[in-house]
């Protein structure tokens, strides 16, 4: 088998270990120099393949490749481009493959979540019919830890601790003050469809009445006159509540609460979150007084406090996704699968490309409370593993040493544009 | 000189490193048994004292106390009391001294901002008039940096650390992104009127261009039209724009943005704070997809990444209380005293609290950029240091192992109960 170039290329929503798979995946084909040439990164994702702007990895030393280990977000750029389907815009799909052709490209490794599992195996399909077969490695990414066939996601494990500690930390606070100031402080999370990562908020609590108090999950519809009550109950036993809100908490009828038609002055829809409106709630109800934080981005690109299973996660199923690709796998994604037992094991199996693509995995119902307001036993034993370890960045100056690549451009050999 | 007890209590917003003053006091005064006898701590603050609430701390172990050290918030509690002036309410003092006088307390080491600074006085003035002469120190404590004649105040370096850190991150985020999502990422912080915690922010810079692009500080009237300029000019010159925010950015006449009178549509005040004003602003005028986050507490409780140099500094400040107040002195407050020279030094020195009461410390005008949206690198020579070394509490099952006291309780000896 004559050698042949890999392409990789980040996707979606990128967060603190994706890099690492990164780091896996170039520092393994590095390895198989007899297999795979050169790693091309796509230059923000799917969309460098498109428009032919692909980065050499090679140009970069090994102590830069190595740096991705401990750098956030995505080191070549990512971006939210789901590829239409085939009969809808056919042309991406061959403009895909002229690019590969041109550039000697026959591995493809896709780092993200259930869309591009399913670009990821499209392109495997496509480009069999069309005379150029590509082997297609989907590597799994996505803080929502919503993807089938696998144990969990890369890039979950660090958000949930990030949220973990953030809300034992702010907990602190609140327990301190509370006499005379702030009674409920809510901390609203990502998670637009599923609960994880407000899941993840309960592992703050160590023992019956720490916060956080109340969970709001996407899955368990919104009560108000329960969350108030129970808010009142928490006030009253502890001196404070605290709240861990999933951006995604809906009404009973499915619409999103933090996009519940309230208007400003000036007719513009809610500009806040689901934060400021829960904590309008609770004034509205009780006159307690608030606060209440958004951790946006933060929380995803928190690298200083990463889970270190998830920074070996990460870095594993890079390295996984090109052993499959030396043995000639196609059409398949590494996963992480855990073993039986009371202590946590974790190894790598694999996955075929077509059960996992466009399937969302949800939070089972028995890791809620029957009250929905928190997290079960079985609940807490699936996501306590996933937040193990501190796998911390190196230092200078007092901030964290993130390492930023050359991304030097491979020369264009097509003529034809792509316009994306 | 007979043995006097000691009484210690929190003041205000809690820190990161608040407890590690306490740590300080605690630690110190059990060398000098011969002088001090129990440390007794105000449960939620002054008005522990006012309630005759005393903790008794003699009750806590060794290693119970040394775990202050990495924790953060308030352990004993802390209080917004601020006691009014004497001739306003002198039962207060005169409640202050009974509660001594009853549990032998010779010391007053108060743990707080310019208003605890000021109560600390009164407290020393009041008692020796009363007969019942008390030694009041007080230990600086305020994430605002707003204290004169200390070169900068206990809790400041760690929000600061906090700030820089997430505002990097969050930067490398929207860079990643930024080609087909979000543009602006606004992080709102804290600090109702001096700009030192957005200032901070400005160290997650390194070279021009860095993130942020934008800062926006209290002190510097907020101009609209500038502000979207200059959030226009960092997209099309970066592809992104991160702007860190004060809370207590201000229009030219002095009000606060987030407080500028937005009514929703069932008329409350604006739900939000400034980051989702701010972003509406962007999203209006330019039509760029925006994010934002609030840090609210989390920024304050973040003891996770505590700075080094403060955690050193705010023990070192609580030793010093008590080594001050074995020597004899009064109404004063040990300092943080800056070195001359480019190797940044620190050591304590002593303000009189006559000079520290009431005194707020603005940021310095070469602070910051003349165009007002950055800080120079005279603001940047002052900030850098105060963020050195990463002090990690230990972790148990992926989480810190923050301390819980068990604050056990004085007896009460005062039939008399005070009402606060």
Redo the contacts between chains.
């Keep these: 088998m004559p050698r042949k170039n890999a392409f990789y290329a ?1 996707s979606g ?2 967060t ?1 270990v994706i890099n690492a798979s990164a780091c896996g995946v170039i520092e393994t084909a590095r390895k198989h120099r007899d297999k795979i040439g050169k790693v091309y990164a796509g230059r ?1 994702g799917i ?1 460098g393949a498109l428009r032919e702007e692909l980065i050499d990895t090679s140009k970069e030393s090994k102590s830069a490749i190595h740096g991705l280990l401990t ?11 789901k590829l239409k389907s085939v009969s809808e815009n056919r042309a991406e799909y061959e403009r895909l493959i002229d690019v590969f052709k041109a550039h000697n490209i026959g591995y493809f490794f896709y780092n993200g979540g259930g869309d591009s599992a399913d670009t990821c195996l499209k392109v495997s399909q496509l480009s069999e019919s069309l005379g150029y077969p590509i082997q297609a490695i989907h590597v799994p990414k996505t803080i929502d830890n919503d993807l089938p066939l696998t144990d969990n996601c890369p890039g979950f494990g660090s958000v949930a ?1 990030y949220i ?3 809300t ?3 907990a ?6 509370c ?3 702030t009674k409920v ?1 809510i ?1 609203e999370v990502m998670g637009r469809h599923a609960g994880w990562i407000a899941a993840a908020g309960g ?2 609590a160590e023992k019956e009445g720490d916060a956080p108090h109340i969970i709001l999950f996407p899955e368990i519809p919104f009560d108000r006159k329960k969350f108030i009550a129970r808010a009142r109950r928490a006030v009253k036993q502890h001196g404070y509540c605290v709240v861990v809100a999933s951006e995604g908490t809906q009404t009973k009828d499915g619409r999103f609460l933090a996009e519940s ?6 007719g ?1 829809s ?4 689901l ?3 829960l ?2 709630m609770i004034k ?1 109800e009780t006159g307690y007084k608030y ?8 929380q ?6 990463a ?1 270190q299973t998830d920074v070996d996660q990460a870095y594993a199923l890079g390295e996984a996704a090109v052993e499959l690709a030396v043995k000639g796998e196609n059409a398949v994604m590494p996963c992480i699968v855990r073993g039986k037992g009371k202590r946590y094991r974790w190894s790598i199996g694999t996955a075929p490309l077509d059960a996992v693509a466009n399937v969302e995995k949800m939070m089972p119902r028995n890791y809620i409370t029957r009250d929905g307001f928190g997290i079960t036993d079985l609940g807490r034993a699936y996501l ?1 593993p996933l ?4 796998a ?1 960045p190196d ?1 200078k ?4 040493r ?1 390492t930023t690549l050359k991304n030097e451009m491979v020369p264009k050999k097509l003529k034809k544009t792509f316009k994306v």
Tied chains: 1, 2.
């Design positions: 980040q929503g990128v603190a923000n969309i750098t956030p977000s995505g080191a070549f750029g990512s971006c939210r481009h601790k973990a500690i953030s034992r930390e702010a602190l606070d609140v327990a301190s003050m006499e005379t100031s402080f901390l592992l703050a038609g309230l208007k400003d002055a000036f513009h809610q500009l806040g979150g934060a400021p409106l904590a309008q509205d606060h209440w934080a958004v951790a946006d981005y933060l995803r690109s928190a690298r200083h406090i889970s306590a937040i193990q370890g501190e911390y230092y100056n007092g901030m964290p993130y």
